[in-house]
T-cell receptor, first 114, second 114 residues
């Protein structure tokens, strides 16, 4: 399977704990995106990398959130001091840089904060 | 303020008939539009896209129509099949200094009845 993969698929944590999610993009894709999706809503943009550079961050990304893509391949999204409002599906997508590109999504990590 | 709207949360269609899913947008700078399909517990899957220089794009049973003056696009599925039952997201994109910024609608749940 050469699609976008995410790990873990599900995470249950207690409020105040830190969590980290991993995304492995399609191998030749140089762009990687993180989105958050809550019930009844479409994916909301969080942040985006081109190779290892984090080029854009949404105002949704509070100081408790940090993302890295150290070697321009896989990426991690860490949430510190989780809150119940962080409960959501976290989606990763990758794309090949183009004038009008298509983003390909992974299966997501569902986070539940108790 | 939702820039991409899908005003029908759900739609039911008989197998073999046409499914029409609608999407409206407010940002006149959007120049590229995509439809994604999402099954439960999976990430969104790319279906079809259209550039703002076109008014129609067709791929098999799927056709997307774009009406720029009305800021409206629609996805037609003909004939509808039970396997098409899923949540459909409309996404719109504009180019910024870094690349593309995708904005998703809230989705329409399509049920195709056998």
């Amino acid at each position: 399977d050469t699609g976008v993969s995410q790990d873990p698929r599900h995470k249950i944590t207690k409020r105040g704990q830190n969590v980290t999610f991993r995304c492995d993009p399609i191998s030749e894709h140089n762009r990687l995106y993180w989105y958050r999706q809550t019930l009844g809503q479409g994916p909301e943009f969080l942040t985006y990398f081109q190779n290892e550079a984090q080029l854009e961050k949404s105002r949704l990304l509070s100081d408790r959130f940090s993302a890295e893509r150290p070697k321009g391949s896989f990426s991690t999204l860490e949430i510190q001091r989780t809150e119940q409002g962080d409960s959501a599906m976290y989606l990763c997508a990758s794309s090949l840089q183009a004038f009008q590109e298509t983003q390909y999504f992974g299966p997501g990590t569902r986070l539940l904060v108790l | 303020d939702q820039q991409v709207k899908q005003n029908s949360p759900s739609l039911s269609v008989q197998e073999g008939r046409i499914s029409i899913l609608n999407c409206d947008y407010t940002n006149s700078m959007f120049d590229y539009f995509l439809w994604y399909k999402k099954y439960p517990a999976e990430g969104p899957t790319f279906l079809i896209s259209i550039s703002s220089i076109k008014d129609k794009n067709e791929d098999g049973r799927f056709t997307v129509f774009l009406n720029k003056s009305a800021k409206h696009l629609s996805l037609h599925i003909v004939p509808s099949q039970p396997g098409d039952s899923a949540v459909y997201f409309c996404a719109a994109s504009e180019r910024d200094n870094y690349g593309q910024n995708f904005v998703f609608g809230p989705g329409t749940r399509l049920s195709v009845l056998p």
